[in-house]
């Protein structure tokens, strides 16, 4: 089992960065594929990124190609999400969640486990 714990969130402009990061603890970290969800008011919740195990291979939604980027640091037991020129439909409430699936599954059903959640407002 893991547990997730999520910071970094905030309130930044459109256009700006934010830095998100996920904090993992209990069993072997190497083991979990790790992604990034996100839920905006009244949506359902989105897959934004995942990154496999060995971190060599990355999945992005195409909403955020080529403005997130996803890194998970072993030492640390961390998943680091950068968002560069955010725009505002990017608001949303990002979770960070954990598989033991076999490769960079898009689907919640498919991620055991959850951390809380941390708010990302973009405002203009």
């Known amino acids: 089992q893991v547990q997730l714990v999520e910071s970094g969130g905030g309130l930044v402009q459109a256009g700006g960065s934010l830095t998100l990061s996920c904090a993992a603890s209990g069993r072997t970290f190497s083991g979990y594929v790790m992604a990034w969800f996100r839920q905006a008011p009244g949506k359902d919740r989105e897959f934004v990124v995942g990154i496999e195990r060995s971190g060599s291979r990355t999945r992005y939604a195409d909403s955020v190609k080529g403005r997130f980027t996803i890194s998970r640091d072993y030492g640390k037991k961390t998943v680091n999400l950068q968002m560069n020129s955010l725009k505002l439909e990017d608001t949303a409430v990002y979770y960070c969640?954990?598989?033991?699936?076999?490769?960079?599954?898009?689907?919640?059903?498919?991620?055991?486990?959850w951390g809380q959640g941390t708010q990302v407002t973009v405002s203009s």
């Open positions: 969640a954990a598989s033991t699936a076999i490769g960079i599954p898009s689907t919640i059903l498919q991620y055991q486990y």
